[in-house]
């Protein structure tokens, strides 16, 4: 992607989509994700990685389970993070290819 999508433009995006996957670094982006997700209800799947560690959620409508706000309420970053913690680069493959895979 060229461009961060936003608001209107970011609905617009996920509207077109029967799948979500993100793999952004921060919290803001993942909530405004997760949020125009559950509006539309389209499944999200969310990866991330930090230090030698990675987590996969993947999120379904009817929403039953939950939603990233519901287990995330807060926009705050988390202290452990790639700025702090650092990454390792084949973490982010590994977690990047489970997201592809679907969560399977």
Do not use: H
């Not at 992607?1 to 921060?26: E, F, H, I, P, Y």
């Amino acid at each position: 992607m060229q461009q961060r999508l936003t608001g209107d433009v970011l609905k617009n995006a996920v509207s077109r989509a029967d799948v979500v996957l993100d793999c952004t670094d921060n919290m803001a982006t993942r909530q405004e994700i997760n949020a125009a997700c559950v509006a539309l209800n389209t499944p999200l799947i969310s990866a991330s990685a930090v230090g030698f560690g990675g987590q996969l959620m993947v999120l379904t409508p009817p929403w039953e389970q939950g939603c990233y706000r519901c287990l995330w309420p807060d926009d705050v970053e988390p202290e452990r993070n790639c700025r702090t913690a650092g990454i390792v680069g084949p973490v982010v493959g590994v977690m990047g290819t489970f997201a592809g895979a679907g969560g399977d």
